[in-house]
């Protein structure tokens, strides 16, 4: 499975998540700059982390008009996994492919440290390998974490189980201690904790590998032959 890790001016994740796949799963990873006009060739597309054109006016606005969101977009629609994770999560959803917005922690505080999550779903391709229920240990580094979604959005949410992570404990102010969510295809995952941070014992722990297992578990099952 070859993956695009989507490099914008201020990401900072960019390397753990080539790592995570590369590395930790053995998978294909490049980076793809910003501009770039063609994501056909990749089969999952990562948008990392960071400080995205220095996060100004709000996290993720500026660079959801960045020539390479057309393609994550085409990507998306085409049921390509597409998976962001921390200013990732702001971009998705500041583009329209997630509902929701993330707003200032509600002690208006950066935040940095491993926080428990819950497995809300774990029938997505991005969570096969999970146990429904299963607590995880994922660190988290967010200034700007706070979930936030209308009552209307929030019950679409939950009708279609749209909900994959939540946080053991609010901290942040996430309605419903929501982590992560889903798009209603399944193949769009927005979160703000870091599975890419999380996934070898060397660094504190593994329960974020499971993620990008699953996703790579879902596409040979779709995709190569069992010949």
């Known amino acids: ?34 501009d770039s006009k063609d994501l056909s060739s990749y089969d999952g597309i990562l948008l990392p982390g960071g400080f995205s054109y220095g996060d100004y006016l ?29 200013n990732g999560f702001q971009i998705l959803t500041e583009a ?45 580094a967010h200034g700007e ?21 939540t946080y053991a404990d609010d901290f942040n102010g996430s309605r419903n201690n929501i982590a992560g969510i889903i798009n209603e295809r399944g193949n769009v995952l927005g979160m703000m904790p870091h599975p890419e941070r999380a996934v070898s014992e060397l660094i504190g722990g593994k329960d974020g590998l499971a993620l990008f297992r699953s996703i790579v578990k879902q596409w040979r099952e779709s995709h190569v032959s069992h010949a």
């Open 96 to 140: 329209g492919l997630l509902p929701g917005v993330l707003l200032r922690n509600k002690n208006l505080k950066f935040m940095c440290r491993t926080v428990g999550l819950k497995v809300e779903n774990n029938s997505t391709l991005f969570t096969n390998e999970y146990e429904q229920g299963e607590e995880i240990q994922i660190p988290i």
């Open 58 to 86: 709000r996290c993720g606005a500026i660079a959801q008009f960045s020539g390479v969101m057309d393609e994550v977009r085409k990507a998306a629609e085409a049921g390509k996994p597409v998976l962001g994770i921390c």
């Open 1 to 34: 499975m070859k993956f695009a890790v989507i490099v914008f001016p201020g990401s900072n994740c960019d390397l753990d998540m080539y790592h995570a796949v590369k590395d930790e799963l053995g998978e294909e990873a490049e980076y793809v700059w910003h």
């Open 145 to 165: 974490g706070n979930y936030y979604c209308d009552d209307a959005t929030y019950d679409h949410l939950k009708e279609n189980n749209q909900i994959v992570f």
